[in-house]
T-cell receptor, first 113, second 113 residues
């Protein structure tokens, strides 16, 4: 299965600032997925990132708040913009393989103060 | 809209017990179902992937079954160990549309020595 390197692993940020999370995959993939896990909750899909096109956002998530880049088939970034304490969550990237299912990065634990 | 529920929400057992975690989903039109393990504040580790045409998968002390028609899956853990303590998540992938995973609410397992 794919190996995903995600960074940073954790960060504490001031409200009103932005944080960019990076995911690097060890193989080329068409789609990359970004999830959010709020404290005590399960995972919610934020958006799907295709290389060469705009990301597709789920209901309740907007590009201005969560801009995504996908410059090539092995890399993607998610930015959490103008952060508030409600953005404190674990953010995860993911890819899919038909044989192995989904593989997730190690997660970014974000605390906004 | 697919909804995934896991029972129980939390489980505490002494070391050595065999245990069963349950997952139910409302739409039986799934492509596959995947079980994950999540340690506190960390990413997800894939445990087992069951394709829609399969009835069960086994890996070591873990066995997962799938009854698609009734919308149920179970994860059986044999001879539990303290190292099994974690949150277990099931997730289903739909057949139509892009490859979106819908997650269950999770079962938090504590195995005491």
């Amino acid at each position: 299965s794919a190996v995903i390197s995600q960074k940073p692993s954790r960060d504490i940020c001031q409200r009103g600032t932005s944080l960019t999370i990076q995911c690097q995959v060890d193989s080329q993939v068409t789609m990359m997925f970004w999830y959010r896990q709020q404290p005590g909750q399960s995972l919610t899909l934020i958006a799907t990132a295709n290389q060469g096109s705009e990301a597709t956002y789920e209901s309740g998530f907007v590009i201005d708040k969560f801009p995504i880049s996908r410059p090539n088939l092995t890399f993607s970034t998610l930015t959490v913009s103008n952060m508030s304490p409600e953005d404190s969550s674990i953010y995860l990237c993911s890819v899919e393989n038909p044989s192995y299912g989904y593989t997730f990065g190690s997660g970014t634990r974000l605390t906004v103060v | 809209k697919q909804e995934v529920t896991q029972i129980p929400a939390a489980l505490s057992v002494p070391e050595g017990e065999n245990l069963v975690l349950n997952c139910s989903f409302t739409d039986s039109a799934i492509y596959n179902l995947q079980w994950f393990r999540q340690d506190p504040g960390k990413g997800l580790t894939s445990l087992l992937l069951i394709q829609s045409s399969q009835r069960e998968q086994t890996s070591g002390r873990l066995n997962a079954s799938l009854d698609k028609s009734s919308g149920r899956s179970t994860l059986y853990i044999a001879a539990s160990q303290p190292g099994d303590s974690a949150t277990y998540l099931c997730a289903v992938r739909g057949v139509t549309g892009f490859q979106k995973l819908v997650f269950g609410t999770g079962t938090r397992l504590l195995v005491s020595p």
